[in-house]
């Protein structure tokens, strides 16, 4: 096989792979869609593909903090429901992730600048630094945020759900 061919199976592999995410968001949208009518809830839902992952998201409806709840304790849980939705059409374990009102992209903001600071006061003092509990997903970003700066590490250490991410002095 030449490196053409071998380019172009890649291609159709990733083509493949995208289209079954968009297959993916296509099932949860609508299975969220549902939801909301049931729920008698306005929003609009967009689809996309980030990475190895579909992203679905609502926006727009006045009451759809309500679907966010404490901490994002709904959120995670009507993720959850979707995810199993889809699993239960498409048979293969969903990976996508939900994001209502915008409470998890606004969240990435916050945990990414949190991890900036605590690893630029471990810089400064020399002292290890703590965070509170999180989940993983927001341990994740915090994880990446400190990764980007030069001379800190972090782990995660604890047992859910008390895990924390410590910053310390590489």
Known sequence: MDVDAEGSDQDDSDEDSEDYLVEEGEIAGDYLEQLLDVLDFDGDIDLDVEGDRAIVSI??????????????EVLDALQELTRLAVQQSTGERSKLMLDVAGWRANRRSELGALGVDAARRVLESGEREELAPMTPFERKIVHDAVAKIDGVDSESTGVEPSRRVVVVKS
Do not use: E, I, Q, S
């Open 59 to 72: 926006d727009g409806g006045d009451d759809l903090t309500k679907l966010v709840g404490r901490k994002g």
